[in-house]
C-alpha cells in the first residue's frame, strides 16, 4: 500500500476511496495546517492530495522524497503548486476542472447583483438598525437589462456566467485568446474584444481567466482608470488578478462605481482600504463552496491520485 497524504479536510467520500486502497495519512484539524507541519506530514508520501492554501514547491518536494508520483490539487486552479519544480522531479499534477463551474457561476451573478443593486449595502443597513424610510431615490442601483457585460477569460466558467448574465438581459462581449466557436458565440450573441475595447465598453466586467506571472496585475491602475465611472468589476477567478491598492484607490475616487470580490490578492487578509467601503461586496472565497460541488471535487482528486498510483492515466493531468 502507498502512502497518500491529505494535506487538509476533504468530503469523505473522496477519502473513504483513498483509505479503501492505500494508507492514508489526513490533516483532520479545522485550522490550517501549519508550514512545519505539512513538511513533516509529506515525509515518505507517495501521492499528495493538496488543497489551495497549501503552497508545493521545491521545499515540500525534496521534504516528501524521491517516492513521490503525484500531487492532485483540489480545486481548478493550481497556482499553488510549483509546476515545473514537479516536472523536473517526474511528479504528475492533476486539478478538478469542470466539476465547479456552475456553482462558481451562481457566485459570479450573485456578485453582479449584488454590487449593482446595493445589497450588502442594504444589508448592512438593517443589521445596523440604521433609520430608513423608503424612497423615489433611496440606494437606487443601476438595472442589468440592456447592459454590457464583458467577460475576461471566456473559458467554462465564463460562458456559465455569460448564459446567466444574458437571462438578465445583458449583453455579452468577451475576450480571450482566440475567438469562441461559433455556434456558443452565436448561442450568447456575444461580441468578440480587445482587452482594452472591453474594459472602456462594459457595464459590468467580470474575471475568469487563470492567475499566472501573465495574468498577476492584469487589473491595474491603468485599466481602472479606462473602464466607465458607473462601471463594476466582479472577480471570482484569482486574488491577485487585481492590484488591490490600485482598487481601493479607484474606489475612492470614483473611478469606477464598485467591486464584487469573492477572492482577495493577499488571501485571507484583506486590503483595509476595501473594508471601509460601501460599494465593496466582499464574501470569503465561497465560488465552489456548495456540498455538491465540494464532493464532487474531493471525488475527483481521489480518482487522480488512485489512477496514478496504479499506473495509470489521470483523467485530470496538467502542465507548466
Known amino acids: ?21 492505500h494508507d492514508v495519512l489526513a490533516w483532520e484539524s479545522d485550522e490550517a495546517i501549519s508550514r512545519t507541519e505539512l513538511l513533516q506530514m509529506v515525509s515518505g508520501a507517495d501521492a499528495i492530495v493538496s488543497l489551495l492554501t497549501e503552497k508545493i514547491d521545491g521545499e515540500l518536494l525534496t521534504a516528501s522524497g524521491p517516492q513521490l508520483k503525484s500531487v492532485s490539487n483540489v480545486a481548478v486552479g493550481y497556482n499553488n503548486i510549483d509546476v515545473p519544480a514537479c516536472e523536473e522531479r517526474g511528479v504528475l499534477v492533476t486539478n478538478t476542472p469542470g466539476v465547479l463551474t456552475e456553482a462558481t457561476a451562481d457566485i459570479a ?29 433611496y440606494m437606487l ?18 460562458i456559465a456566467t455569460a448564459r446567466r448574465a444574458k437571462a438578465f438581459g445583458m449583453n455579452i462581449a468577451y ?33 475568469h481567466c487563470p492567475y499566472s506571472p501573465a495574468t498577476h496585475h492584469l487589473i491595474s491602475e491603468n485599466q481602472l482608470a479606462r473602464m ?7 472577480n471570482t477567478a484569482r486574488g ?35 473594508l471601509e467601503l460601501d460599494n465593496a461586496v466582499l464574501i470569503p472565497h465561497l ?6 460541488t465540494r464532493a464532487a471535487m474531493a471525488d475527483i482528486a481521489a480518482t487522480n491520485a488512485l489512477a496514478i498510483l496504479a499506473g495509470k492515466t489521470a483523467p485530470n493531468l496538467v502542465t507548466s
Open 228 to 234: 466607465k465611472p458607473t462601471a463594476y468589476l466582479i
Open 240 to 274: 491577485p488578478i487585481v492590484d488591490e491598492q490600485a482598487l481601493v484607490d479607484a474606489l475612492k475616487a470614483g473611478q469606477i462605481a464598485g467591486v464584487g470580490l469573492d477572492v482577495f490578492e493577499h488571501e485571507p487578509k484583506v486590503n483595509p482600504g476595501l
Open 1 to 21: 500500500m502507498a502512502k497518500v497524504v491529505v494535506t487538509g479536510k476533504i468530503p469523505a467520500g473522496g477519502l473513504a476511496r483513498l483509505k479503501a486502497e
Open 141 to 158: 442601483g443601476m438595472g442589468l437589462q440592456g447592459r454590457q457585460l464583458g467577460i475576461v477569460g471566456m473559458g467554462q466558467i465564463g
Open 109 to 137: 451573478m450573485a456578485l453582479i447583483l449584488m454590487s449593482t443593486r446595493r445589497l450588502g449595502e442594504g444589508e448592512r443597513v438593517i443589521r445596523a438598525q440604521d433609520p430608513w424610510q423608503w424612497g423615489m431615490f
Open 175 to 207: 475576450t480571450r485568446r482566440s475567438p469562441l466557436e461559433v455556434d456558443v458565440a452565436k448561442d450568447l450573441d456575444a461580441k468578440f474584444m480587445s482587452m482594452d475595447e472591453l474594459i472602456e465598453s462594459s457595464d459590468v466586467l467580470s474575471l
Open 287 to 292: 465560488g465552489s463552496a456548495t456540498v455538491e
